[in-house]
């Protein structure tokens, strides 16, 4: 199983960027997708998740904090996972991951996933 991060940086409060976690080594439809943050000093926090198998599909679980403002989204012909965030704030500043595991996307909690990328650094300034 293997997960890269990309698309992170520097932007200014009230920007947007998006987010892009390319996978490989599995079976993309028998897995959820999860994007989570850490920032300096704090525990890793669940974003939301995303499972597009045939059987659950299109389901997602949102973190309260994120709702509204970001959208997990995923590209079945790449592999591929997408978080779009707007509105963005100074706290959310952090390192951003995407991490897979055969879980329901209820299962959002990062303690529970074992394959991760290296992550993205976002900064946002105020």
């Known amino acids: 199983v293997q997960l890269a991060e990309s698309g992170g940086g520097w932007v200014q409060a009230g920007g947007s960027l998006r987010l892009s976690c390319a996978t490989s080594?599995?079976?993309?439809?028998?897995?959820?997708i999860g994007w989570f943050r850490q920032a300096p000093g704090a525990e890793r926090a669940t974003i939301a998740c995303?499972?597009?198998?045939?059987?659950?599909?299109?389901?997602?679980h949102y973190a309260d904090f994120v709702k509204g403002r970001f959208t997990i989204s995923s590209d079945n012909h790449k592999n591929t996972v997408y978080l779009q965030m707007n509105s963005l704030k100074p706290e959310d500043t952090a390192v951003y991951y995407c991490?897979?595991?055969?879980?329901?996307?209820?299962?959002?909690?990062?303690?529970?996933?074992?394959?991760w990328g290296q992550g993205t650094q976002v900064t946002v300034s105020s």
């Open positions: 995303i499972n597009r198998s045939l059987g659950n599909l299109g389901s997602t």
């Open positions: 080594g599995f079976t993309f439809d028998d897995y959820t």
């Open positions: 991490a897979a595991e055969k879980l329901p996307p209820k299962l959002c909690y990062s303690d529970l996933y074992n394959n």
